[in-house]
Nanobody, 115 residues
Framework: QVHLVESGGGLVQRGGSLRLSCAASRNIFTISAMGWYRQAPGKQRELVAT???????NYADSVKGRFTISRDSTKNTVSLQMNSLKAEDAAVYYC?????????WGQGTQVIVSS
């Protein structure tokens, strides 16, 4: 399993930007896929973005063009740059890692979008 620690959540105004980071406990190139899910109150957890070991990325339609997932192998981190934030982006964001047949989750970081 992979230990994940998220950071970067907080309060942001509608239309603003925020950057989330997820630090992994091992070399991210040994992890098949990493990404972000989010869960708003009363809703199911949903995919936001993923990046696989080869570098390909995938995004939910609702965030395409606004969010960018990237990785830094020197720091073993995956980041999510979120721009043009909307009220509906408010949620707890969870980092995930798929490695060795297991899925690991971070503890979550909250994003609040104010009007």
């Amino acid at each position: 399993q992979v230990h994940l620690v998220e950071s970067g959540g907080g309060l942001v105004q509608r239309g603003g930007s925020l950057r989330l980071s997820c630090a992994a406990s091992r070399n991210i190139f040994t992890i098949s896929a990493m990404g972000w899910y989010r869960q708003a109150p009363g809703k199911q957890r949903e995919l936001v973005a993923t990046i696989i070991s080869g570098g390909s990325t995938n995004y939910a339609d609702s965030v395409k063009g606004r969010f960018t997932i990237s990785r830094d192998s020197t720091k073993n981190t995956v980041s999510l740059q979120m721009n043009s934030l909307k009220a509906e982006d408010a949620a707890v964001y969870y980092c995930l890692a798929d490695a060795d047949g297991f899925r690991s989750w971070g503890q979550g970081t909250q994003v609040i979008v104010s009007s």
